[in-house]
């Protein structure tokens, strides 16, 4: 009984060191999220998020390496694309041509809501665009990485059309991008939407997903127009007869 009890207690300790790890590792990533709001990143030290999450700066070294580490580790809990990334990885045959256009409809209907609700992200990627850094561009990788499986997928859907859904959805993202921050920055309308308005952003939204069904729309539709086509017409068009 005495064996069992002390088994029983270190397994228990061990479980208590393990709640105080994840504890400690969630107080310095939020901490490095404060600290970089309020310093910038090129002015983000270990020893003041450490210091704001009261915990020793060595912690930042066990748990995360280095103080990149940790930020990377923040910057990957508020990017959008990323978080996405591991939520359809969950769901590995959720990736398929009879879904791909409700996963393109969301995903980028979804990725403005958040971007326009999220101000930490903003601020990420006003960090992105506008300073060269060896985190953010570790971040941007890592970013282009963890969609590359979706972005193939979307591609394929695509093949012979002409219709470049990876362009689409640079545009898209891009705009999304800008259109909030000259919102968040400016008093003036941008191509006399105000973003400010709940009804502005629908309208924006409601854009996005008619950008994509045209897309896909367009996408069928030649699709159908090949499929009418007798054996051989192309071989006869090389040979020059209609």
Known sequence: MAIKRLLRKSIDDDRAVRRDKEKTKRKLIQSAGVVLRVKGLNNTTSAEIARHAGVDRKLINRYFTN????????????????????ELRKEPGSVRANHIREICISLLVNQFTYFYENVPMQNLIMMEICSKTALMSSISRIREDRGAEFIKAAENYFVGTGIDIRAIATIAIAGTYYSVLHSRNNDSTFCGLNLRDLQD?????????????????????????????????????????P
């Not at 924006?204 to 086509?229: H, N, P, W």
């Open 201 to 241: 952003r629908e309208r924006i939204r409601e854009g996005l997903r008619s950008m994509i069904t045209l897309a896909f729309d367009a996408a069928a539709a030649k699709k159908s127009v090949e499929q009418l086509k007798p054996p051989g017409h192309e071989r006869a068009r090389n040979y020059g007869i």
């Open 67 to 86: 103080l990149q580490g940790l930020l990377e580790a923040y910057v990957i809990q508020q990017d959008y694309w990323l978080t996405y990334a591991r």
